[in-house]
């Protein structure tokens, strides 16, 4: 594949030094291998990505591929400036660490402390948990979806943001005890920083930490339209329009807005390793993981995650925004860090891991397969644990079904017996226990670091009298929103105004999924009429729709 060089900056020897081993590796030979790695779907034509090594605090491999500007014939080039998306926000919770060493805050205070007329909840809310997610607050972009207001067509601000959680009638878990990825808890923190700085949280970022660290590329998205020099622009590619430039519709730093090159990211990499601003203090609490109130660990600190790949210790944090799509991983021990910036969403996707794999594969512990022990199983003890399984939240399905003797989930995995009950997935971290319980009821428990409960439900093939039952108009005061369902074509239908026909799959008797990843819970009464509907997303739970 011919690839566009448009920019390296490689050391004529490599020198790591890992777990008191030294190795010297060819860097042509590097090069060579990371090029095999670029997607076969970029080359000097399409848009592409751009990848950073540094190690020991020196930037030792950096290269662009494919175009950062089709209109202009611009290449990628590791000085240019991208979207980081969600990696943007490490910055501002290593700025709450900051402040909580200093002592201008406590990020174990509650959010209202901050916040005028902010609601309060049966349980309390704290920095930390908005830090960690496990807030339980709502997340505004899926709420604004199912208002029919689409994010990234339709304008969100910082305001309607903090309204969602004002509107919110109750948290959707305890705080602590559950990790959901909630980038509004972002949007509500940098709101708390201004207050307690009296100081727009980008401008303060900007002065106190990115000009400190040398990062002066590196810019902050303030409102929409803002102008980002020496930025890149991203794009999808359409088979009947070609290639679509992507923009953003919304401007809200905290969760997002960061645009970067790799050389300043560079300079934010060595910060895990130096601490040059704000000190070992500061460094220790940003990247503490959060533990979770049944004593599990998170594996998410402030902003970045915390955990390991293959038995090495790894900080990393991901981003998409637009159709930018970025990835930053730090192995701290190895003092080697990992930066890949795709300007062509999936299509210029290189998973850090495996650029990881190839510099630090031989110091990698993977799990051995092989002394994995199945266990003989008759086919009348499996059978009963076939069907489909629901999650306790209703936001996720897991079907089992039978493959000759042999247990699958999901049609394709197989189900290997370790005992009677619990079996091991090839590839999967966690072990799935299946039990028949005494009330007829089989369940599905995920069990690694925290526990995930499925219930096995009946299947159910409504008729269309059955699914006229449904009918009807639903209101959400939360959302201020109507939904109007109907039968269509022989299937329940959601029909509104902005978001057009949404066609409903029945997964059992009062459960319904959407090819929008939704899943949607009818309510009966007393005398088992339907009063109702919950809408429960993989990041938001029990969105209430009363029937009129």
């Known amino acids: 594949m011919k690839k566009l060089f448009v920019y390296v900056l490689i050391s004529f020897s490599i020198l790591f030094s890992i777990q008191s081993t030294s190795q010297v590796l ?4 590097i090069e060579a291998k990371i090029d095999a790695l670029v997607p076969t779907q970029v080359n000097d034509t399409t848009p592409g990505l751009v990848i950073g090594i540094v190690q020991n605090g020196k930037l030792i491999f950096s290269k662009g591929y494919g175009l950062a500007n089709l209109s202009y014939g611009m290449a990628n080039n590791p000085k240019m400036v991208y979207n980081v998306g969600s990696v943007s926000k490490q910055f501002l919770g290593y700025a709450f660490a900051m402040l909580h060493v200093k002592g201008d805050l406590n990020i174990d205070d509650p959010v209202g402390k901050y916040l005028k007329d902010w609601p309060e909840f049966e349980h309390v809310v704290t920095l930390r948990h908005l830090l960690t997610h496990t807030s339980g607050y709502r997340e505004a972009y899926t709420m604004s979806n199912l208002a029919g207001r689409i994010v990234g067509v339709d304008r969100l601000s910082r305001a309607e943001c903090l309204n969602v959680v004002r509107k919110q009638p109750e948290l959707e878990f305890v705080p602590g005890s559950n990790w959901t990825y909630n980038s509004t808890a972002w949007v509500i923190l940098a709101e708390v920083f201004e207050k307690v700085t009296s100081e727009k949280a980008d401008t303060w970022v900007e002065n106190n930490m990115l000009k400190p660290l040398g990062m002066n590329d590196t810019q902050i998205e303030s409102y929409v339209g803002e102008v980002i020099t020496n930025a890149a622009e991203s794009y999808v590619f359409d088979p009947e329009q070609g290639y679509i430039n992507q923009e953003s519709n919304r401007a809200i730093f905290g969760a997002a807005e960061v645009y970067s090159s790799i050389d300043d990211l ?3 990499v060595n910060n895990y390793r130096t601490a040059t601003i704000g000190g070992k203090a500061v460094n220790k609490l940003f990247l503490e993981p959060f533990i979770l109130n049944d004593g599990s660990d998170s594996e998410y600190a402030l902003g970045i ?12 944090h991901t981003g998409g925004h637009e159709a930018f799509a970025t990835q930053l991983s730090y192995y701290p021990e190895q003092d080697l860090g990992i930066i890949t910036i795709s300007n062509y969403g999936g299509k210029g996707w290189l998973a850090t891991s495996k650029i990881a794999d190839l510099l630090l594969g031989k110091f990698m512990t993977h799990e051995d397969k092989e002394e994995v022990k199945s266990v003989d199983l008759a086919k009348a003890l499996l059978e009963p644990l076939r069907g489909l399984y629901v999650s306790s939240n209703f936001n996720r399905t897991l079907e089992i079904g039978m493959v000759q003797d042999s247990l699958t989930i999901n049609g394709d995995s197989k189900l290997m017996p ?18 028949k319980e005494a009330n007829g009821n089989a369940t599905l428990t995920f069990t690694d670091n925290s526990r995930e409960i499925f219930t096995k439900v009946d299947s159910w093939q409504p008729t269309v009298t059955d699914l006229k039952g449904y009918e009807g108009d639903y209101w959400s005061e939360e959302l201020e929103t109507l939904y109007h369902l109907t039968v269509t074509d022989g299937k329940l239908t959601i029909k509104h105004r902005w978001l057009g026909e949404i066609p409903l799959e029945p997964l059992t008797r009062d459960l319904f999924k959407t090819d929008w990843s939704y899943n949607i819970k009818f309510v009966r009464d007393s005398n088992q009429n339907i009063s109702g509907f919950s809408i429960y997303s993989g990041r938001t739970l029990n969105v209430y729709f009363k029937r009129k």
């Open 26 to 29: 060819d860097s042509k030979t």
């Open 266 to 268: 560079v300079k934010w």
């Open 305 to 316: 995650g915390n955990s390991s790949y293959n038995g090495l210790k790894r900080y990393r």
């Open 418 to 435: 370790l005992s009677e009950n619990t079996f091991y997935v090839n590839g999967w971290d966690s072990q799935l226990v299946l039990n």
